[in-house]
T-cell receptor
Framework: DAGVIQSPRHEVTEMGQEVTLRCKPI?????LFWYRQTMMRGLELLIY????????DSGMPEDRFSAKMPNASFSTLKIQPSEPRDSAVYFC????????????FGPGTRLLVL | GQNIDQPTEMTATEGAIVQINCTYQ??????LFWYQQHAGEAPTFLSY????GLEEKGRFSSFLSRSKGYSYLLLKELQMKDSASYLC???????????FGKGNQVVVIP
């Protein structure tokens, strides 16, 4: 079975540009999570969805960040405009609605904003 | 809020045993997870404790004391491939909003 799929795997952009990160969760999983990981702050939850509906976006750092989940198999995290301090690894994770509640992480997108 | 503390780095010899500690302060505790993360890769699930006591899974065991806000991960018969960062994560009011520690880097040497 395919795991969580993220694209692109690496992104280098200039300050002020729009960045869109993409995620395809594991088929049948009801929950989708977006995380950001930096050396300074570790792994932080940004937002999560349940059945395509955003449930908790309190971790989104500011209005420059937005996330959508138009259907059960696709989600995007957008940063507009991007800033150098947004440089981080962005992980998407998903989990089923029942059973042990572990989350399965995608390979991550390594974002560098110059 | 929550406060999660993990030591930052430790070195151990192949074949040895290493214990990684995690202390936390939180309200609405719902469970504690351990994840392994190799450099440049995604975190992968190792264990989940919701009740006090020891959970054993092969070479890895995890312990939880809810009254002390304390957990540890025990790695036995260390192998070179165990060199990684080990993250503990606390679930609050349900396990969707996980709060991760910054991880403990374990380096296994021959």
């Amino acid at each position: 079975d395919a795991g969580v799929i993220q694209s692109p795997r690496h992104e280098v952009t200039e300050m002020g540009q729009e960045v869109t990160l993409r995620c395809k969760p594991i088929s049948g999983h009801d929950y989708l999570f977006w995380y950001r990981q930096t050396m300074m702050r570790g792994l932080e939850l940004l937002i999560y969805f349940n059945n395509n509906v955003p449930i908790d976006d309190s971790g989104m750092p500011e209005d420059r960040f937005s996330a959508k989940m138009p259907n059960a198999s696709f989600s995007t995290l957008k940063i507009q405009p991007s800033e150098p301090r947004d440089s981080a690894v962005y992980f998407c994770a998903s989990r089923p609605g029942t059973g042990i509640e572990t989350q399965y992480f995608g390979p991550g997108t390594r974002l560098l904003v110059l | 809020g929550q406060n999660i503390d993990q030591p930052t780095e430790m070195t151990a010899t192949e074949g040895a045993i290493v214990q990684i500690n995690c202390t936390y302060q939180t309200s609405g505790f719902n469970g504690l997870f351990w994840y392994q993360q190799h450099a440049g890769e995604a975190p992968t699930f190792l264990s989940y404790n919701v009740l006090d006591g020891l959970e054993e899974k092969g070479r890895f065991s995890s312990f939880l004391s809810r009254s002390k806000g304390y957990s540890y991960l025990l790695l036995k018969e260390l192998q070179m491939k165990d060199s990684a960062s080990y993250l503990c994560a606390v679930g609050r009011y349900g396990n969707n909003r996980l709060a991760f520690g910054k991880g403990n880097q374990v380096v296994v040497i021959p």
